[in-house]
């Protein structure tokens, strides 16, 4: 069983639509919880990082963690054609080895 | 801020060949750099980690010897992938962390490298 399991889609949603991301993970002890943005042939974009469980807001996206369940969510609202890449969920420990999930490939479509 | 730059971006070199690949942290002071490979429709997968003056630590499965990697400076950072093979041809991104302890990581935009 893989550390942090993410569906690698692919998902393709209409403009304005919201985009649906999840993570389960196996670690209990994960502490920290990321998303990332990463367009083709690029390096990876932090978009949102928490330490709790409960819902952060940052604009259009909502980064959501549930710690009892061992499972995070990223919402995108009115999602913008400009927002398809994929997008890795990233967790660490008290220190600062990242465990990614494989990437979930978004195309919003115009 | 916190930007972090890779050269090359694309590298082909033929199989035997060494290859040498520089990740920089442009406008901040990198206490630790992490290297990452990635294939194809794949997810980041740690190499090692390094701090600088000191010897990196490579993750279990990654040959040391043939991934050199040298952290001179609080902002360089070289990967050396040395007698390159076919095999070894990916796509290699770096990270950096300015705050020990601080878990947040700013990527570079990576290197594609093709061995012939």
């Known amino acids: 069983q893989k550390e942090v399991e993410q569906d690698p889609g692919p998902l393709s949603v209409p403009e304005g639509a919201i985009v649906s991301l999840n993570c389960t993970y196996s670690?209990?002890?994960?502490?920290?919880f990321m998303w990332y943005r990463q367009y083709s042939r690029k390096g990876p974009e932090l978009l949102m990082y928490?330490?709790?469980?409960g819902n952060k807001e940052d604009g259009r996206f909502t980064a959501q963690v549930d710690k009892s369940s061992k499972y995070i969510s990223l919402f995108i609202r009115d999602s913008q054609p400009s927002d398809s890449a994929t997008y890795l969920c990233?967790?660490?420990?008290?220190?600062?080895?990242?465990?990614f999930g494989a990437g979930t490939t978004v195309t919003v479509r115009a | 801020g916190a930007v972090v730059s890779q050269h090359p971006s694309w590298v082909i070199c033929k199989s035997g060949t060494s290859v040498k690949i520089e990740c920089r942290s442009l406008?901040?002071?990198?206490?630790?750099m992490f290297w990452y490979r990635q294939f194809p429709k794949q997810s980041l997968m740690l190499m090692a980690t390094?701090?600088?003056?000191?010897?990196?630590?490579?993750e279990q499965g990654v040959e040391k010897d043939k991934f050199l990697i040298n952290h001179a400076s609080l902002t360089l950072s070289t990967l050396t992938v040395t007698s390159a093979h076919p095999e070894d041809s990916s796509f290699y991104i770096c990270?950096?962390?300015?705050?020990?302890?601080?878990?947040?990581?700013?990527f570079g935009p990576g290197t594609r490298l093709t061995v012939l």
């Open positions: 928490t330490y709790s469980s």
């Open positions: 406008d901040f002071q990198a206490t630790t």
């Open positions: 990233a967790m660490t420990l008290n220190d600062y080895k990242l465990s």
């Open positions: 670690n209990s002890a994960f502490q920290y």
């Open positions: 390094s701090n600088e003056g000191s010897k990196a630590t490579y």
């Open positions: 990270s950096a962390s300015f705050l020990a302890g601080y878990n947040e990581q700013f």
